[in-house]
């Protein structure tokens, strides 16, 4: 079972960059893609990014094109979100997702998942 943990959440000023991290177990983690969601209060779970396991391939909601970028490096098992040019409709809680193909943007689709972490962007 591929457990996950993500990291690198945290308070910024609007305008700021964050990077998030996600370390996965080792297991299966060359067979999976892997996706970013967050999580608004009171709203759903909304897709962000998603990655293939070779990387070559990514896809991004329209809400972050041009200001997210996700990325993977396998030899340390880990997916990354770098977040620039933040406002405060980013703020969210962030999960890691692990799935068995690359392109869903709905949570079910994916069946592994991180706690989450919390990104909060001031105005």
């Known amino acids: 079972q591929v457990q996950l943990a993500e990291s690198g959440g945290g308070l910024v000023a609007a305008g700021g960059s964050l990077r998030l991290s996600c370390a996965a177990s080792?297991?299966?983690?060359?067979?999976?893609?892997m996706a970013w969601f967050r999580q608004a209060p009171g709203k759903g779970r909304e897709f962000v990014a998603t990655i293939t396991w070779s990387g070559g391939s990514t896809a991004y909601a329209d809400s972050v094109k041009g200001r997210f970028t996700i990325s993977r490096d396998n030899a340390k098992n880990t997916v990354y979100l770098q977040m620039n040019s933040l406002n405060p409709e980013d703020t969210a809680v962030y999960y890691c997702a692990a799935g068995r193909r690359f392109g869903p943007r709905v949570p079910l689709e994916y069946t592994y998942w991180g706690q989450g972490t919390q990104v909060t962007v001031s105005s």
């Open positions: 080792e297991r299966t983690w060359s067979s999976n893609a």
